[in-house]
C-alpha cells in the first residue's frame, strides 16, 4: 500500500517568515495529493490539493508543488500569521484506496 | 445543516469492555471512513465503506468492527477494548466517486480512554 513520510515534525518560525513542509509518497499511481490543517482539539479541514496533472497550486498565502517523478510534494506558507499555527497533514491517494496521511508536522509561528 | 456526527465525544473504558462509536452524515456523501490519530503518528484509517453496502478494512482493522447502517450512518465497535485501542478517534465522509480522491469532512472526533 501507499507509504507517506512528512518532514519536518515539529517547525518554528517568526510571524512574517515563509514555513515549507515535505512529503514523499511510495505508490507511482498515486495521484491525488491534499493537505490538512488541525487546529488544537479541533477537526482536520482540507486547506489546498493538488492532482497530478498539475505541477503547482496556489490560494493567496499557501501553494502546493508537487514534483511526480522525485514522487514529493511540498505545502509553501507565505507571510506566516499567528493563526497558522496548527497541525498541517500531507495525504495521497491512487483512486482505488482511502487516503493516507503523513505523520503530521506542528507549525508554531512566533509572533 | 450539521455535516458529520459523531457520539460520544468522550469514553472511558476498562479493559475488556465493549463500546460502539456512531457517526452520521446528513451531506449525501457516498464514501465514510475511521481514522484513529495518535501522537506523531497521523490519521490512520482503521475501516472504510466506499459506498453504502461495503466496507473495507483499512491500516489499522485490528480490534475493530464497523457496520454501514445505511447511507448516512457508519458505525465502528470494539468488541474487547485494550489499552492499545486507547486513541482520537474520527470519522469523515467524501462525496467522491473515486476512492481518496476528494475532499474529506470529518466528525470533532471521539476521545476513548481505556485502561
Known amino acids: 500500500g501507499e507509504n507517506v513520510e512528512q518532514h519536518p515534525s515539529t517547525l518554528s518560525v517568526q510571524e512574517g517568515d515563509s514555513a515549507v513542509i515535505k512529503c514523499t509518497y511510495s505508490d507511482s499511481a498515486s495521484n491525488y495529493f491534499p493537505w490538512y490543517k488541525q487546529e488544537l482539539g479541533k477537526r482536520p479541514q482540507l486547506i489546498i490539493d493538488?492532482?497530478?496533472?498539475?505541477g503547482e497550486k496556489k490560494d493567496q498565502r499557501i501553494a502546493v508543488t508537487l514534483n511526480k517523478t522525485a514522487k514529493h510534494f511540498s505545502l509553501h506558507i507565505t507571510e506566516t500569521q499567528p493563526e497558522d499555527s496548527a497541525v498541517y497533514f500531507c495525504a495521497a491517494s491512487s483512486g482505488r484506496r482511502a487516503l493516507t496521511f503523513g505523520s503530521g508536522t506542528r507549525l508554531q509561528v512566533q509572533p | 445543516n450539521a455535516g458529520v456526527t459523531q457520539t460520544p465525544k468522550f469514553q472511558v473504558l476498562k479493559t475488556g469492555q465493549s463500546m460502539t462509536l456512531q457517526c452520521a452524515q446528513d451531506?449525501?456523501?457516498?464514501?465514510m471512513y475511521w481514522y484513529r490519530q495518535d501522537p506523531g503518528m497521523g490519521l490512520r484509517l482503521i475501516y472504510y465503506?466506499?459506498?453504502?453496502?461495503?466496507?473495507d478494512k483499512g491500516e489499522v482493522p485490528n480490534g475493530y468492527n464497523v457496520s454501514r447502517l445505511n447511507k448516512r450512518e457508519f458505525s465502528l465497535r470494539l468488541e474487547s477494548a485494550a489499552p492499545s485501542q486507547t486513541s482520537v478517534y474520527f470519522c469523515?465522509?467524501?462525496?467522491?466517486?473515486?476512492?481518496?480522491?476528494?475532499?474529506?469532512?470529518f466528525g470533532e472526533g471521539s476521545r476513548l480512554t481505556v485502561l
Open positions: 451531506m449525501n456523501h457516498n464514501s
Open positions: 465503506s466506499a459506498s453504502e453496502g461495503t466496507t
Open positions: 493538488i492532482r497530478s496533472n498539475v
Open positions: 469523515a465522509s467524501s462525496v467522491s466517486s473515486g476512492m481518496g480522491t476528494g475532499e474529506l469532512f
